[in-house]
Structure formats: structure tokens, C-alpha cells
């Protein structure tokens, strides 16, 4: 497995989770990352999106101002924070790949190409 995140759990509405994914492959500081969600008879959905720098990041309007991405290039690493947590964020959440430096702001793949093994992120009320 290439990419796999963890971090997830179980927490109370307004409360917050930081997710992490680690990339096991050899070019994470060559690619722009990204995180997805897909809650229960949902399709897939966009969440936030980071250059390899770390210098441009792009949001959903549903979690601008409550989530955060970033990444640790030397960890090999790339980070959600999430604040402010709402039921309607409850969903398992995965970390994608760009199959290059930069991603987009089309939808649905947002330049992403690789997808990993998500984790469960639950948000009661």
C-alpha cells in the first residue's frame, strides 16, 4: 500500500481530528497531494489540495476555514487538520496522489491519479 492514512476516530460535533497519510513511494516532494471523503451512499468528494511546496492549497467551500492541509516532504507525510467538526463531515477520508507538481480545480479527479486506503471519521451531534 502506498498511501495510507490514519488518524481517524470517533468525535463530537465542534470538536477536532488531525489526519495524516504517509506515502511509502519514492517521489512524495514530486507530487501535489490531496484528500478526499466519501460518506455512506455518497460519491466520492473533493475536500483540499496542496502543491509540493506547500505554496498553493485549494479548498471545498464546505470546509474552507474549518480544515487544514499541509505536508512534511521529509516525512514523506501530508496532514488534515480538522476543526469544527459537523455531522455532515462524517465520512472515511483518503489521501490522493497528482501525477505531477501541481494539481487543478476540475473536478472530479483535481489532477489526482492514486488513491489510498482511507480512514473512518465519525462526528456525532
Known amino acids: 500500500v502506498q498511501l495510507q492514512a490514519s488518524g481517524g476516530g470517533l468525535v463530537q460535533a465542534g470538536g477536532s481530528l488531525r489526519l495524516s497519510c504517509v506515502d511509502s513511494?519514492?517521489?512524495?516532494?514530486?507530487?501535489?497531494m490531496g484528500w478526499f471523503r466519501q460518506a455512506p451512499g455518497k460519491e466520492r468528494e473533493f475536500v483540499t489540495a496542496?502543491?509540493?511546496?506547500?505554496?498553493?492549497?485549494y479548498y471545498a467551500d464546505s470546509v474552507k476555514g474549518r480544515f487544514t492541509i499541509s505536508r512534511d516532504n521529509a516525512k514523506n507525510t501530508v496532514y488534515l487538520q480538522m476543526n469544527s467538526l459537523k455531522p455532515e463531515d462524517t465520512a472515511i477520508y483518503s489521501c490522493?496522489?497528482?501525477?505531477?507538481?501541481?494539481?487543478?480545480?476540475?473536478?472530479?479527479?483535481?489532477?489526482?491519479?492514486?488513491w489510498g486506503k482511507g480512514t473512518q471519521v465519525t462526528v456525532s451531534s
Open positions: 490522493a496522489r497528482a501525477n505531477g507538481r501541481e494539481f487543478t480545480t476540475a473536478p472530479p479527479y483535481y489532477g489526482m491519479d492514486y
Open positions: 513511494g519514492r517521489t512524495f516532494s514530486m507530487n501535489a
Open positions: 496542496i502543491s509540493v511546496n506547500g505554496g498553493s492549497t
